[in-house]
């Protein structure tokens, strides 16, 4: 827990127990004797808070107040985790349409909203003052996924016609579905191809029509989706693993070094100061587009094939406009 829900903890305990000795806020805060002991001085110190020590009870308790001294807690509310579900499950909830869940939907808005509200804080300041935003989402049709969730948590063959939009084209495959994936605001379904006899993953936007086969689904180890799908860049699949590595121009540095593109990327700073960072990835599909963002904040360093593309887009780009 943080300092802040440390301070209401202690206050709480204070109230419930009278007299509290030191080993007890040790256990429950889970922290140092030192941290216990600054704790202590901050609240009495900053916040007025009447704790004293009362040597014959063998623990710390409430003294009355000094004339003059308000004490007060500092505001406590949820936090960036916690409101971002909370906002969220409200949002889904507000646009989800009829199904099995509607008869429950309207409870359990209303326990969200005793949720949002339980701060002292009312509903419509939530609502006006935080926004989540969704960002490139691409609209699905909600009639597939119910059967397609069906396959991968009962295990059932799916035969789906799916639009590849690279080459422009609609194919039927047949798929034993592994599982589904949220990434970047878009769902993709992780499946054995029985058409390509390889794990693919399809983007649920670009399905145009879905059938449940009352087939038992091949089973693929979590291990091998792992390691095609989890092991490269982004959401592209691939075994065979490069490594980019980008180099962040100064000012782009301050902001990139604090993010995360791939849980096992590797970074550090030039003697210049600027951002050297090395990402693994099998499809450099999505990669590109990332890099491509970057504008001259970046240069790919290597490998020489992702350095050529890059070099060929960014010549195209330049042909579009021309001397203007």
């Known amino acids: 827990m943080d300092r802040t829900e440390r301070f209401y903890r202690i206050d709480q305990l204070l109230n419930e127990r009278r007299i509290v000795p030191i080993e007890i806020f040790l256990e429950d805060l889970e922290i140092s004797r030192a941290t216990f002991k600054r704790d202590i001085e901050y609240l009495r110190d900053r916040l007025n ?23 007060e807690l500092p505001g406590l509310w949820f936090n960036a985790s916690e409101i971002h579900a909370l906002l969220t499950m409200q949002h889904l909830l507000q646009n989800l349409g009829p199904g099995l869940l509607s008869p429950h939907v309207d409870p359990l808005l209303t326990r969200l909203k005793l949720l949002l509200e339980s701060a002292d804080i009312p509903m419509d300041s939530v609502e006006k003052r935080i926004r989540i935003l969704r960002v490139n989402a691409r609209s699905y049709e909600p009639e597939h996924f119910s059967p397609i969730a069906t396959a991968v948590l009962q295990r059932k063959k799916l035969e789906i016609s799916y ?16 599982r589904l994936t949220h990434y970047r605001d878009n769902w993709y379904l ?19 029509r879905v059938k449940l086969i009352n087939e038992q689904a091949l089973d693929v180890s979590e291990q091998e989706l792992d390691e095609t799908l989890g092991t490269g860049y982004g959401i ?19 902001w990139v070094s604090r993010e995360a593109w791939h849980p ?61």
């Not at 992780?190 to 145009?208: E, K, T, V, Y």
């Not at 075994?239 to 540095?253: D, G, I, S």
């Not at 210049?272 to 360093?301: A, H």
Request: glycine share 8%.
């Open 163 to 178: 639009y590849t939009r690279s080459r422009d084209e609609t194919q039927d495959r047949l798929l034993s579905p592994q």
């Open 49 to 71: 808070a009447p704790i004293v020590w009362d040597r014959e009870a063998g623990g710390y308790r409430f003294d009355k107040p000094m004339a003059g001294n308000k004490y």
């Open 264 to 324: 096992e990327q590797k970074s550090h700073f030039d003697d210049e100061g600027r951002y050297i960072l090395k990402v693994p990835y099998s499809d450099d599909r999505e990669l590109v587009m990332d890099i491509l963002k970057f504008g001259p904040e970046v240069e790919v360093l290597g490998p020489d094939l992702l350095r050529r593309r890059i070099i060929d887009l960014v010549g195209q780009t330049s042909k579009i406009y021309g001397d203007s």
């Open 190 to 208: 992780d499946a054995w191809c029985h058409m390509r006899n390889g794990i693919r993953s399809f983007s649920l936007d670009a399905i145009r």
């Open 236 to 254: 592209f699949s691939g075994k065979e693993v490069k490594w980019a590595e980008l180099r962040f121009t100064l000012q782009r540095a301050r």
